[in-house]
């Protein structure tokens, strides 16, 4: 009989014959309604449905069924039907994975040692973190089978879908006298803390006692002698004398203001400044112009004369009984004297910085076209002096004036762009009286003319100034001096430059008599001229 008729019969029960009993052939899971009984009394045992097998196909039957003398399954072990009549397939384990993985011998202590039912050991009573349905529970067991049982309907007292349950916890009590805890370690815990409270409070103490050294609560400061001494002479001094006579001139054209200063030379309100301080002022309707004491005390002022050529000007403030600036000379500074610069720079009234005397006779175009470029023979300084001294006072040691600050040296493209970089210049104080008296005077200043425009030019060997065109009827026409005449010296002053050759024609008079001495086509020359008027 070939194998796909054996499995045929197999497969197709008889109908004839007598229905086998169950208990010996147990039914597959597809062949049950229900196996599950009630006991004795129940309902009757169902028994199994007859089957309706197709016929296997050749080719299926060649790759599916059991090889020729297998009866069982493939792994060539009989089946034998265990305790609860499922079917164990596994063949044994050799002797190695026995040995590693199977269970210990029955004389060996079990991993699980719950206490017995009346206590444990010592005598404390049931454990409360030992569930009493331990040894019960199917899977602390490893020796349950496995069970083919209905799908999981919910959380149950047993097994793995039982709910998670809150163990109990230690109290003080339980933790000190339960014996939960080793006494040595309670011992060792509690000398741990009081090591560490020790330490703080040796720690605290200690701060709180260096903190303590760094105050005193009865310190009382001693008594200090009186100021600082200001003896005649010092910068301290010389302020409190000056400071009075000068005052700050407050400028307004339209909406446009600006900022000077000036000194009083005279009792009745005469206030010496510069020019470029009161000239937009000058004829333009609605402007005033307005003086301010160093004691707060505001006037109105008025000018009285302007000289832009050598960058001059009286105003005079309706004031009484002001305090009058001593007037000194310039003509005995030297290099390296003290000065002191008073005025208001960048609008900071009463403002006082010191320095020295850098330099004297120092030729310094102030600006002005045509004419009326204004050229000084300054005295340098490097007191500090920043746009708004301009007009303010420069005194020396005694306190008398000896030059009135005009301008400045800066690295900024204008001089408001620029601050003091120890490059001042001030008006001397000689030339600046004889100014001042003729315009309170007369309103106006004259000055002696050459009649000449020049230009600074040097050789490598020695400097002058090359006349570039000649004035008609002037002194210098009149006197012979043609164009391209190099001045070098105008009476006993040399001249370096055409700013030079200004101001030694300016420091004459009109009128004066003087030798210029010249280089004309190489050769030196010397002629007499007559300085006229300006």
Do not use: C
């Not at 403030?317 to 004297?337: E, F, K």
């Not at 002191?340 to 910085?353: D, E, Q, R, W, Y």
């Amino acid at each position: 009989m070939s194998d796909e008729q054996d499995a045929r019969e197999r497969a197709e029960p008889d109908p004839a014959a007598p229905p086998q009993d169950t208990a010996q052939a147990p039914p597959g899971p597809a062949e049950i309604e229900d196996v599950r009984s009630e006991g004795a009394g129940g309902p009757p045992r169902l028994t199994p449905r007859p089957l309706e097998r197709p016929a296997v196909e050749p080719a299926a039957a060649a790759a599916f069924s059991r090889p020729d003398g297998v009866e069982g399954a493939f792994a060539g072990v009989a089946p034998t039907a265990s305790s609860n009549g499922r079917t164990h397939l596994a063949p044994a384990p050799t002797a190695a994975l026995a040995t590693a993985f199977g269970r210990p011998a029955t004389d060996a202590p079990s991993l699980q040692r719950p206490p017995d039912e009346a206590g444990d050991a010592d005598g404390r009573g049931p454990d409360p973190f030992w569930n009493p349905d331990a040894a019960r529970d199917p899977w602390r067991d490893p020796g349950t089978p496995v069970e083919l049982g209905p799908p999981h309907s919910g959380g149950t007292e047993d097994g793995i879908s039982s709910p998670a349950r809150v163990g109990a916890r230690l109290s003080m009590r339980e933790l000190l006298f339960g014996r939960r805890v080793d006494p040595k370690a309670l011992a060792l815990l509690g000398v741990v803390a009081l090591l560490i409270g020790a330490v703080g409070g040796l720690v605290g103490r200690y701060t709180a006692e260096g903190a303590n050294s760094l105050t005193e609560p009865g310190a009382t400061l001693t008594s200090t002698s009186g100021g600082k001494e200001r003896p005649p002479g010092s910068v301290a001094d010389i302020a409190q004398r000056v400071l009075p006579a000068v005052v700050s001139l407050d400028v307004k054209v339209g909406q446009e203001s600006g900022t000077g200063s000036g000194v009083v030379i005279d009792k009745a309100g005469y206030v010496l400044t510069n020019n470029h301080v009161v000239a937009p002022a000058a004829g333009a309707q609605g402007a005033t112009i307005e003086a301010v004491f160093s004691d707060g005390t505001r006037a109105p002022a008025a000018i009285v004369g302007r000289d832009p050529k050598t960058d001059l000007a009286v105003v005079k403030v309706r004031v009484t009984n002001p305090t009058v600036a001593t007037i000194g000379t310039s003509s005995s500074l030297v290099v390296g004297d003290g000065v002191i610069a008073i005025g208001s720079p960048l609008g900071l009234a009463g403002t006082v910085t010191e320095g020295i005397v850098s330099a004297i006779d120092r030729p310094i175009r102030l600006g002005g076209d045509g004419s009326d470029v204004a050229v000084i023979d300054a005295v340098q300084t490097d007191a500090a002096i920043n746009p708004g001294n301009s007009g303010g006072p420069l005194v020396d040691s005694t306190g008398a004036v000896v030059g009135i600050n005009s301008a400045i040296r800066s690295l900024g493209a204008t001089q408001d762009e620029g601050g003091s970089i120890g490059l001042g210049f001030a008006i001397p104080i000689d030339d600046a009286r004889v100014i001042a008296e003729e315009l309170i005077r007369t309103g106006a200043v004259t000055h002696a003319d050459l009649g000449v425009n020049a230009r600074s030019v040097t050789d490598g060997a020695s400097d002058g100034a090359e006349v570039q065109n000649v004035v008609q009827g002037g002194a210098a026409a009149a006197a012979g001096i043609l164009e391209g005449d190099v001045i070098v010296k105008v009476g006993d002053r040399d001249v370096a430059g055409a700013d030079e050759l200004v101001v030694a024609v300016r420091e004459r008079n009109p009128g004066d008599v003087v030798t210029v001495q010249l280089v004309r086509d190489g050769r030196p020359l010397t002629v007499t001229a007559t300085l006229a008027s300006d």
